[in-house]
T-cell receptor, first 113, second 114 residues
Framework: GESVGLHLPTLSVQEGDNSIINCAYS??????FIWYKQESGKGPQFIID?????DKRQGQRVTVLLNKTVKHLSLQIAATQPGDSAVYFC????????????FGSGTRLQVQP | NAGVTQTPKFQVLKTGQSMTLQCAQD?????MSWYRQDPGMGLRLIHY???????DQGEVPNGYNVSRSTTEDFPLRLLSAAPSQTSVYFC?????????????FGQGTRLTVV
């Protein structure tokens, strides 16, 4: 089974609100956790990553929080815009170097005008 | 910049046919990989390569072959297509660094096997 999962398949928010997308993981050995965005008809696009020894990392309008105690990861998007509508995947990377990414099943974010 | 280019974008195959999905990147990335994406699911790793001449199996390698003769190209071959291989296929590349978390994906190939 998957070691990276998502709580909700679809999240609907109003434009301008903040969005929070959640992800649970089971493998404590993961080295990095990563968020990807996939727009309709396109390949996934890297958003932000966080190393397992950190608990928070911020980017442009996005913040990723990592709670290792409960094995939970979240992506917060501030002032959600219509262009944020997409499927968001969390992924994990175990070990350094050669290892590939393991993706969760995705959450669809719908931004209502 | 072209980035990662996949061809074809769409393909319909009959059961038992073979074909090659092409993937090329112009970023001189060492690491390349193939994923498949099925409806409502995340991406599952088929095969990956850490450099020319080196390939390895991922999570779902059965029914697929790969080779990496150059840094730029990483074709995926379906030897005898089956309906279970109907999916969207993504190729990705990334530079070789300790993190190796930022993969650059192609636009995908939507494959239907009838």
């Amino acid at each position: 089974g998957e070691s990276v999962g998502l709580h909700l398949p679809t999240l609907s928010v109003q434009e301008g609100d903040n969005s929070i997308i959640n992800c649970a993981y089971s493998n404590s050995a993961s080295d990095y956790f990563i968020w990807y965005k996939q727009e309709s008809g396109k390949g996934p696009q890297f958003i932000i990553d966080i190393r397992s020894n950190m608990d928070k990392r911020q980017g442009q309008r996005v913040t990723v929080l990592l709670n290792k105690t409960v094995k939970h990861l979240s992506l917060q998007i501030a002032a959600t815009q219509p262009g944020d509508s997409a499927v968001y995947f969390c992924a994990e990377k175990r070990g350094t170097g050669r290892r590939a990414l393991t993706f969760g099943s995705g959450t669809r974010l719908q931004v209502q005008p | 910049n072209a980035g990662v280019t996949q061809t074809p974008k769409f393909q319909v195959l009959k059961t038992g046919q073979s074909m090659t999905l092409q993937c090329a990147q112009d970023m001189n990335h060492e690491y390349m990989s193939w994923y498949r994406q099925d409806p409502g699911m995340g991406l599952r790793l088929i095969h990956y390569s850490v450099g020319a001449g080196i390939t390895d199996q991922g999570e779902v390698p059965n029914g697929y072959n790969v080779s990496r003769s150059t840094t730029e190209d990483f074709p995926l071959r379906l030897l005898s297509a089956a309906p279970s291989q109907t999916s969207v296929y993504f190729c990705a590349s990334s530079p070789w660094d300790r993190r190796n978390t930022e993969a650059f994906f192609g636009q995908g190939t939507r494959l239907t096997v009838v």
